[in-house]
């Protein structure tokens, strides 16, 4: 037996070799912290870090300050970089394999590269020279490792240089985060609009007339249940949805709400900012502290960067502070294409055009390239059909040259809110509602991004543009923007829902607006107080109560009669509702009740609708309007012809809805007790890789812990997306502000900030906006 004890000590001493070498190679891959380089600076460069990685880089000029933020974005996090311009270009089948083709097959129709280099080409020159700076940057950061990151090592790939173009396509990277419908949801409405009365459309697809939080005091009247019988096809299900999902909260958005200086006890007007998106490790955000000198003597802005672009994104620089929401507005148009008999031309104003094709060859790791012809109109790309069906083209804002450049930067260095606003509309990001407070007290809000000037007859289904009567007619100048500064309540928000009506609304459109109950709260938590603090706004953006549950709550505890109790044995139930269904907290189990309750009441309600949208190809998520309000009118009335034929009566339904809810929670035999909402809410926030690394992967990725918060309350939290950063400042008095992630700074799993921010953002504890006293100092001095 001593062979066996040999061989096994052998084999033992081996995989201690091979664990010694992965954790060599990976210490090697670390950032550099301390100490001095030599790189390609025009002057010197500090670059410190506080206990949690929070960079400062003080530079000489802001092209300097582009290159050391280039420097360690790379160290620490190029990784993410990297995904975010391959998600844009539809390339990361190169890095992948075959598993991430069909991604890159459906991504590569864009043209995204294409783009981003005619882009590149007509910048202006200091923007240029910041790109090319911020790209010197990363790859002389890149270069200073040791090592290459740790994931090209499991990948078994090397990383790419960086390109200047690559800068513009993480921007196009987040058009396809923030601006996601492209094209579905329009068919499906125009799916829907063919089969039902005009009556019917309009009732089913209109705004929730009791959260309606415009900030303009617009409101939009409920549409009224029509008298004419409800359609049978509505009622009737032929077939059983496979997904009958319906479209509830709009979560992939944000939150953000200012107040005036007139309600602070500093005069300096205040802001918050949330940002909601899926939530990975790395974290999406990069806290920096920037100076540099400039004509008007030091400059400084600190916030929160993207890494991939040389921009602060959001941030305050002492006279201004600035933050987003996405819009939700309408930001392309399906245009239903004339064909030839033959198929290889299409009608325009101009007579018969034929279609533009681009050759794309797409490198797959492990296998041949795949080649890609891609078929476009004028307009833009034909969306995807089956054979014999309608073809479509989809204009979206995204293919035109107005819809990527850098003047976000020039945020950085405004001085008011007029002028910050003046600046939103030359701005090429993804449309969004900017909220701006100076240190002299105003706040303002406006749409920062481009807004297109149409003339199209239905902005909500597909239209024909053969004949010249629909088309865009450019984008709309500067002072055609919807703006609002220095409303009289000293207060503004936007949570993802119609933010103004009349003529503004008119311009903007709905691109899939949220219900509204998320805005709602915060309006009304604002208009609650006559004097904030920092603090004071961090509560809202931690607010979890479960305000558009209450009406939900008490009908679900109308349908809990004693007989109906006493038959499906539902006493702690009912206790649960009664007693902790008022907050999306981690204790509470009543919540996780109602809440499953309601959806699952809207689910069987509209089933029949979802049934037949699947049928034509499509889901009833996809519709622009939520269906909660049509649905809560239709619980109301209780019409016999607009219950679904699969229930006797509407209690038939409702307390199906009840048993069915409960026992899907219930269907791993779960006790009551185990179903509180901490834990259904648990955190996903994993590594991209971590599945691939065996044993060890896990450790990539942030604890599952508990999470409060939920979808229609301010604290946005769902287990693998919410919050993206808390950040709260008032210009002028930062040392005051907030500002924390979900994770932590570094990438590198080895780097004492890896989570360095994500003890604070879970349990609520605030982080300061400016960096804490330095505990690293690294010092990039010129080559020359």
């Known amino acids: 037996m001593r062979w066996l004890k040999w061989m096994l000590g052998g084999l033992l001493l081996l995989v201690l070799i091979a664990m010694m070498t992965a954790y060599l190679l990976l210490r090697a891959s670390l950032p550099q912290y301390q100490g001095e380089v030599l790189v390609r600076v025009a002057d010197e460069v500090l670059i410190s870090r506080d206990h949690t990685g929070f960079v400062q880089i003080q530079a000489q000029t802001r092209q300097d300050a582009a290159y050391a933020l280039g420097f360690v974005h790379a160290q620490e996090r190029f990784f993410q970089m990297d995904l975010l311009r391959r998600n844009a270009a539809g390339e990361l089948s190169a890095l992948f394999g075959p598993l991430a083709l069909s991604a890159d097959l459906e991504l590569r129709q864009h043209r995204f590269r294409n783009r981003a280099g005619d882009i590149l080409m007509q910048l202006p020159l200091p923007e240029l020279q910041l790109l090319t700076a911020y790209s010197q940057g990363v790859n002389d950061g890149l270069q200073q490792l040791t090592v290459r990151p740790?994931?090209?090592?499991?990948?078994?790939?090397?990383?790419?240089?960086?390109?200047?173009?690559?800068?513009?396509?993480?921007?196009?990277?987040?058009?396809?985060?923030?601006?996601?419908?492209?094209?579905?949801?329009?068919?499906?409405?125009?799916?829907?609009?063919?089969?039902?009365?005009?009556?019917?459309?309009?009732?089913?697809?209109?705004?929730?007339?009791?959260?309606?939080?415009?900030?303009?005091?617009?409101?939009?009247?409920?549409?009224?249940?029509?008298?004419?019988?409800?359609?049978?096809?509505?009622?009737?299900?032929?077939?059983?949805?496979?997904?009958?999902?319906?479209?509830?909260?709009?979560?992939?958005?944000?939150?953000?709400?200012?107040?005036?200086?007139?309600?602070?006890?500093?005069?300096?007007?205040?802001?918050?900012?949330?940002?909601h998106l899926g939530i990975q490790v790395p974290a999406t955000w990069y806290k920096a502290d920037l100076h540099w000198s400039s004509d008007h003597g030091s400059e400084r802005v600190t916030g929160l960067t993207l890494p991939g672009a040389p921009s602060m994104v959001v941030g305050s620089n002492g006279h201004i502070a600035w933050g987003f929401t996405n819009s939700t507005a309408d930001w392309h148009d399906v245009i239903a294409l004339q064909l030839s008999e033959d198929g290889d031309q299409?009608?325009?104003?101009?007579?018969?055009?034929?279609?533009?094709?681009?050759?794309?060859?797409?490198e797959v790791k492990g296998q041949a390239a795949t080649q890609l012809r891609l078929k476009e109109t004028q307009w833009g790309p034909l969306l995807p059909a089956a054979p014999g069906q309608p073809r479509y083209a989809l204009r979206w804002v995204a293919y035109d040259s107005e819809a990527v450049n850098m003047q976000l930067m020039q945020l950085e260095t405004a001085r008011t809110v007029?002028?910050?606003?003046?600046?939103?509309?030359?701005?090429?990001?993804?449309?969004?509602?900017?909220?701006?407070?100076?240190?002299?007290?105003?706040?303002?809000?406006?749409?920062?991004?481009?807004?297109?000037?149409?003339?199209?007859t239905d902005w909500d289904t597909p239209q024909d543009w053969s004949s010249g009567d629909n088309s865009w007619l450019g984008y709309l100048a500067a002072d055609e923007h919807p703006k609002l500064i220095n409303p009289e309540l000293h207060r503004l928000w936007s949570a993802n829902a119609r933010v103004v009506g009349g003529s503004s609304y008119q311009l903007l459109g709905n691109g899939g607006y949220d219900m509204g109950a998320r805005g709602w709260q915060i309006q009304q938590r604002l208009m609650a107080k006559t004097q904030f603090t920092e603090q004071d706004l961090h509560a809202i953006q931690l607010d979890h109560q479960a305000k558009m549950l209450r009406?939900?709550?008490?009908?679900?505890?109308?349908?809990?009669?004693?007989?109906?109790?006493?038959?499906?044995?539902?006493?702690?139930?009912?206790?649960e509702v009664a007693a902790s269904s008022d907050y999306a907290a981690t204790d509470a189990i009543g919540y996780t009740l109602v809440r499953a309750f309601r959806l699952k009441t809207l689910q069987l309600m509209?089933?029949?609708?979802?049934?037949?949208?699947e049928s034509e190809g499509f889901y009833s998520y996809q519709l622009k309007y939520p269906l909660a309000a049509p649905g809560w009118q239709m619980l109301q009335q209780r019409r016999n012809d607009t219950l679904p034929a699969a229930f006797g009566s509407w209690d038939d339904l409702l307390q199906a809805a009840v048993l069915q809810s409960y026992a899907e929670l219930t269907v791993e035999q779960q006790t009551l007790n185990e179903l509180s909402w901490g834990q259904q809410n648990r955190a996903r926030f994993r590594?991209?890789?971590?599945?691939?690394?065996?044993?060890?992967?896990?450790?990539?990725?942030?604890?599952?812990?508990?999470?409060?918060?939920?979808?229609?309350?301010?604290?946005?939290?769902?287990?693998?997306?919410?919050?993206?950063?808390?950040?709260?400042?008032?210009?002028?008095?930062?040392?005051?502000?907030?500002?924390?992630?979900?994770?932590?700074?570094?990438?590198?799993?080895?780097?004492?900030?890896?989570?360095?921010?994500?003890?604070?953002?879970?349990?609520?504890?605030?982080?300061?906006?400016?960096?804490?006293?330095?505990?690293?100092?690294?010092?990039?001095?010129?080559?020359?």
Not at 223 to 228: C, E, T, Y
Not at 348 to 362: H, K, L, N, R, S
Not at 606 to 613: H, K, Q, R, T, V
Not at 716 to 736: D, I
Request: hydrophobic content about 40%; overall charge negative.
């Open 418 to 456: 007029q002028e910050a606003l003046s600046i939103a509309p030359m701005a090429g990001i993804p449309a969004q509602n900017l909220l701006v407070a100076d240190s002299m007290g105003q706040i303002g809000w406006g749409l920062m991004g481009p807004i297109p000037k149409r003339q199209v």
């Open 150 to 275: 740790f994931e090209y090592f499991l990948l078994q790939a090397k990383p790419e240089p960086w390109r200047e173009e690559d800068s513009l396509l993480t921007i196009f990277s987040m058009y396809l985060e923030l601006q996601r419908g492209h094209g579905f949801d329009e068919l499906a409405m125009d799916a829907l609009a063919k089969a039902i009365p005009e009556d019917w459309l309009a009732f089913l697809q209109q705004h929730h007339e009791q959260y309606q939080a415009a900030i303009d005091g617009s409101t939009k009247p409920a549409v009224p249940m029509p008298l004419s019988p409800y359609p049978e096809m509505l009622r009737q299900q032929a077939t059983a949805c496979r997904d009958c999902s319906i479209k509830d909260s709009v979560d992939i958005g944000s939150n953000n709400f200012a107040v005036a200086g007139a309600l602070t006890e500093h005069g300096s007007a205040i802001l918050a900012d949330d940002m």
């Open 606 to 613: 509209f089933a029949p609708l979802s049934a037949y949208l």
């Open 346 to 362: 299409y009608f325009t104003p101009d007579g018969w055009q034929d279609f533009i094709w681009y050759d794309e060859v797409i």
């Open 551 to 575: 009406p939900w709550r008490q009908l679900l505890l109308e349908q809990l009669s004693p007989e109906f109790i006493q038959q499906h044995q539902l006493q702690s139930y009912q206790q």
């Open 687 to 784: 590594h991209p890789l971590a599945n691939a690394v065996p044993l060890l992967g896990r450790y990539l990725n942030m604890p599952a812990d508990q999470l409060a918060g939920d979808s229609h309350m301010p604290r946005v939290q769902r287990p693998g997306f919410g919050q993206s950063q808390r950040m709260v400042v008032a210009p002028g008095f930062e040392q005051l502000g907030i500002l924390t992630i979900p994770t932590g700074q570094s990438g590198h799993p080895l780097s004492p900030f890896y989570r360095a921010d994500h003890h604070y953002w879970l349990h609520e504890q605030e982080l300061a906006f400016l960096p804490g006293p330095e505990k690293y100092s690294l010092l990039l001095r010129p080559a020359h």
